[in-house]
């Protein structure tokens, strides 16, 4: 439990009458980089989104970093500064410049003021090999630098934990190496990550441990050897030989 | 040139006249602008209660005419709230009147246009504020509505300019602005009726213009990275 950085259980969700999530359980341990795949439809995304309720739960427990999200009286804002998310599609801010659209919570949230946060947003940018665009506009960056961007915003709310929601499939394929890159150096940074991701190269030589999600179940999971080596479920089989 | 003479004879007057419609226009837009904002937010809360307060409000509005409801508002309540001791005459006559009435009616299509361009935003942006832990209010101020405001600008100029054509209406209510202002003065020279309204014509469409140049400036102004 100590070392739990995500726990779920029998997680539940439905969009009506649609049973999107089917009985989902889950730890996450810290540092541990977790790579979700699976087919379109399978409920990976749903899942990540449940884990800082973006999508409301309908069933079913999930703890993270010690607060029940799934309880409805719990401060989700608190918890939601502690988790990082990366979307597919950017959702940069495109009406702040690129420092400002990583300064807008933590000087919001009054976690710092104006000139530290500014001075920890040209850290960050160095850090993704963006320094020199912090004064620009989203509109004016390539999807590769907005990625950058993106995970640079959310890491300056100090996150504990990091999801990220296909962060390459949005990407030009030659600007899905740069935001990888930075992936990895977050992970080797003992950064706990949860990954929903169709790059299977990047899950092998980055997770701890793959999932491999199908119509709303976890089908299977183990380290990259187990699961991309020696799968042993009919359908994870018959989805990598796809995707391989 | 009949037009100059007019112009000339009753500038004074005219221009007294053109105070009164710039300020029931500035002072009935103010107020439509933090009416439309409340209820285009009750619209897109979610909350249903909420949303029928404001659904009602604008279909009350929408579907009546302006210078009914300046009727009503004017004349309809004093007689009704008479006996509780209420008088427009004692908050500012038929001018609070008539900036009252111009307020719920812009509010309302206000409220319509401020819907939309929150409606247009893309869902991801309110998804990204969350994520990082901003408050909902907060995530709408700071990340929504300023995106928002942009593809609302000109529509939201547009209103500006219809409500500010809208205010002749209010002169049914003997407010001397310039349409009432037109009135009185044709009333006392009708041989040079034409110049005369052609005067008034030529008011609205300088204040009108100027409208529009400012409006110019502002969307140049709220352009961003492009």
Redesign the interface.
């Known amino acids: 439990m100590e070392n739990k950085k995500i726990l779920v259980k029998n997680l539940k969700k439905n969009f009506g009458s649609l049973e999107v999530l089917k009985k989902i359980s889950l730890e996450v341990a810290e540092g541990e980089v977790v790579c979700l795949i699976g087919p379109s439809g399978s409920g990976k995304s749903t899942f990540l989104r449940c884990l800082?309720r973006?999508e409301k739960i309908t069933a079913g427990e999930v703890n993270v970093d010690g607060h029940p999200i799934s309880d409805p009286n719990i401060n989700i804002?608190?918890v939601?500064?502690?988790?990082?998310?990366v979307?597919q599609?950017f959702?940069?801010?495109?009406?702040l410049?690129v420092r400002e659209n990583i300064t807008?919570?933590p000087v919001?949230?009054k976690k710092m003021d104006k000139e530290n946060a500014s001075k920890k947003a040209v850290e960050l940018l160095e850090r993704v090999g963006l320094a020199d665009k912090a004064d620009?506009?989203?509109?004016?960056l390539s999807g590769g630098q907005k990625q950058r961007v993106?995970i640079a915003?959310?890491l300056a709310?100090n996150p504990d934990i990091m999801l990220f929601d296909e962060p390459t499939s949005a990407l030009d394929p030659e600007m899905v190496g740069e935001v990888l890159e930075v992936m990895k150096q977050l992970a080797a940074d003992g950064m706990t990550m949860v990954v929903v991701t169709h790059e299977m190269g990047f899950a092998r030589e980055v997770a701890d441990r793959v999932i491999f999600m199908d119509d709303g179940y976890i089908v299977e999971e183990g380290t990259p050897e187990e699961l991309f080596g020696n799968p042993k479920e009919e359908r994870t089989i018959s989805f990598l030989n796809k995707v391989l | 040139m009949v037009f100059v003479e007019v112009l000339v004879q009753y500038f004074p007057s005219f221009c007294i006249a053109l105070g009164e419609t710039v300020k029931l226009t500035a002072i009935s837009l103010i107020c439509a602008t933090v009416l439309g904002v409340i209820f285009g937010l009750f619209k897109v809360s979610g909350i249903p209660l909420l949303k029928m307060i404001a659904n009602l409000y604008i279909d009350i509005i929408r579907g009546t005419p302006l210078m009914v409801q300046v009727m009503i508002i004017f004349y309809g309540l004093s007689q009704v709230l008479r006996p509780y001791g209420f008088s427009w005459g004692d908050i500012g006559g038929n001018f609070t009147a008539g900036a009252v009435t111009l307020s719920l009616n812009a509010g309302a299509y206000m409220a319509e246009i401020i819907r939309g361009g929150i409606e247009a935003v893309d869902k991801g942006q309110m998804e990204a504020a969350r994520s990082l832990g901003l408050p909902y209010g907060k995530a709408m101020s700071k990340v929504i509505l300023p995106q928002a405001f942009r593809t609302m600008l000109p529509s939201i100029i547009n209103q500006f300019i219809i409500s500010m054509k809208d205010t002749s209406l209010i002169s049914v209510i003997g407010i001397r602005e310039l349409t009432q202002n037109g009135k009185i003065i044709a009333a006392n020279s009708a041989s040079r009726v034409m110049a005369i309204w052609l005067v008034v014509a030529a008011f609205y469409l300088v204040v009108c213009t100027v409208l529009s140049k400012v409006a110019v400036l502002v969307e140049r102004k709220v352009s961003y990275g492009k």
């Open positions: 800082n973006l804002n608190r939601r500064e502690n988790i990082g998310m979307f599609h959702n940069l801010f495109p009406h410049t807008l919570a919001e949230l620009s506009y989203p509109g004016q993106a915003r959310a709310m």
